[in-house]
Every structure is written in C-alpha cells, then in structure tokens.
C-alpha cells in the first residue's frame, strides 16, 4: 500500500512538472516585456527607483533636456509622450554587429510613452514600440524597399500564426530592455572634464 502511494504521489508531482513547464509562455527578452495575445500587443513595462531625488519636473526636464522623450502631455503625477527617435549603440551593451539581429542594426527606434510617479520611484509603460526602416531591412527581408515606414513589434513581428509569442526574437528583446532600461532610467549628469 505504501509503495502504491509513493508511485502515485510520484507521477503527481511528474504530472504537475511537466504541466507547468509546458503551459507558462516562454519569456521573451526580459520579464519587462508582456504580451498581449487577444490585441496582438506587444508592451514594456518597469518600475524605476533611481537614488537621485526626483519629482514630475526633474524627468520631464530630464527626459527633454537629453533629448530621450518629447512630452506631448502630463500634470502631477503623469507624463505622455513618444521617444525622439534614435539607433541604439549596440556595442554599449556589448554585442556585436554580426551577432545582433537586423531588425536593430542602423534604424531609428520608436515607441509611445507613459510614466507614472509615485513617491521614490516611477513607472514606464512603453507601447507601439517598433523601428523607422532604413531599406535596408525591408529589402533583405522582403525584397521591397520601404525606407521612411514604421515597422511595429506588435502583430505578426512578435505572434506566429496560431498566435504564441514568437521566441525568434529573443536576442533582439534583451538588447531592447538593456536600451529602454538604459535610456528611461534618471541619471546624474556628467561633469564636464576638468582636463580638457
């Protein structure tokens, strides 16, 4: 009987191991991305606690100042805006050209903004991330050249046809969360160089 009962509470315990594994969506690039199947939706989200003090008016300067977002609105506790379009420096996050998918090579990098501020910490949700194509891209990839137009993250680019998060993109995401950590993320400005 008690042989009985170790077998079964064995092949439970399989059971539920191999079920987790198997029905979780695989993570891509980062526990900051979620993905929304219904809409197709691609989203960045994280929470910052920067050690500087800070308030609505120290990120908006901050943000317009360095020329990372043009705010389109906010009041006391609420920014919206989208990124000033930019290529992300690959080699500051350490890869390579040839290790780094096409999609992020030479393209000015876009999304829409919110961030939200609580006392000691602010939230950024980022959504309609996507790149401006340089050609380059939409002839390799397409055979047609599409230079100036916005290609999204969301739809097709992130979803297979039977609509699971396509796991492709891997790479590409963890350079994405390394730059929209790096450039969202409040900082000290940098003294000027006494020996010049």
């Not at 315990?13 to 929304?36: C, M, P, T």
């Not at 040839?98 to 501020?117: A, C, G, R, Y």
């Not at 137009?149 to 963890?174: A, H, L, M, P, W």
Request: charged residues 30%; without cysteine.
């Amino acid at each position: 009987m008690k042989r009985l009962a170790k077998r079964f509470f064995s092949v439970t315990i399989v059971f539920f191991l191999f079920h987790s594994a198997f029905s979780q969506e695989k993570n891509v690039g980062s526990n900051n991305f979620s993905y929304d199947k219904v809409g197709r939706k691609v989203y960045w989200i994280k929470v910052f606690e920067p050690t500087l003090a800070f308030d609505i008016e120290t990120l908006k300067r901050y943000f317009t100042e360095n020329n990372v977002l043009e705010i389109m609105e906010g009041d006391s506790s609420i920014l919206r805006g989208m990124l000033i379009p930019k290529p992300i420096d690959i080699q500051k996050y350490g890869y390579k050209r040839m290790n780094t998918p096409i999609f992020l090579l030479d393209v000015d990098q876009k999304f829409n903004v919110l961030v939200e501020v609580k006392e000691g910490k602010y939230r950024v949700s980022l959504s309609e991330m996507g790149y401006i194509d340089n050609g380059v891209v939409s002839e390799l990839a397409q055979g047609v050249n599409t230079k100036g137009d916005f290609i999204t993250y969301d739809g097709d680019f992130s979803f297979t046809n039977k609509n699971e998060v396509r796991t492709r993109n891997q790479v590409g995401f963890e350079i994405l969360d390394k730059f929209y950590s790096d450039i969202l993320l409040l900082k000290e400005r940098k003294k000027p160089d006494a020996n010049w």
